[in-house]
C-alpha cells in the first residue's frame, strides 16, 4: 500500500524554523516527484515546493524563495522541506505528494492536479 506519512510540524515563533519530512513506504521514491503543499483555514490549497525524480530540479513559490529548501535522501525514501524565517502567515498544513515522473525528467511541477498520492498532513503554526 503506497503511504506518505509527514512529521515535523509544531508551533514556532515567527523567525523560527522547522524541518519537515515526508516518509514514503509501499513504494520506491526514486521514480517520483514530491512536492510539498500548504492550506490555510478559508484558503486554497497551494503548491510550496517540488522537486524532481533525480532531484536535479525543484522549484518554489516566490513567497517561501530564500527561506524554504526542499531536498531529497532517496536512500531513506524521504522528501524534507528545510522552512527558515517562518512567518505568521507560513500557518498551514502542510501536505507532501507525489507523482511518478522518469528520472530523466529535470522538472517538477507544483499544480495539485498533477498529484496522485497523497499524505494526511502536518500543522505549522507561526505565532507569538
Known amino acids: 500500500q503506497l503511504q506518505l506519512v509527514e512529521s515535523g510540524g509544531g508551533l514556532v515563533q515567527p523567525g523560527g524554523s522547522l524541518r519537515l519530512s515526508c516518509a514514503a513506504s509501499?513504494?520506491?521514491?526514486?521514480?517520483?516527484?514530491i512536492a510539498w503543499f500548504r492550506q490555510a483555514p478559508g484558503k486554497e490549497r497551494e503548491g510550496v515546493s517540488c522537486i524532481s525524480s533525480n532531484g536535479r530540479a525543484t522549484n518554489y513559490h516566490d513567497s517561501v524563495k530564500g527561506r524554504f529548501t526542499i531536498a531529497r535522501d532517496n536512500a531513506k525514501n524521504t522528501v524534507y522541506l528545510q522552512v527558515n524565517n517562518l512567518k505568521p502567515e507560513d500557518t498551514a498544513v502542510y501536505y507532501c505528494?507525489?507523482?511518478?515522473?522518469?528520472?530523466?525528467?529535470?522538472?517538477?511541477?507544483?499544480?495539485?492536479?498533477?498529484?496522485?498520492?497523497w499524505g494526511q498532513g502536518t500543522q505549522v503554526t507561526v505565532s507569538s
Open positions: 509501499g513504494f520506491n521514491l526514486n521514480y517520483y516527484a
Open positions: 505528494a507525489a507523482t511518478l515522473l522518469s528520472p530523466t525528467v529535470v522538472a517538477c511541477s507544483r499544480r495539485r492536479e498533477e498529484y496522485d498520492y
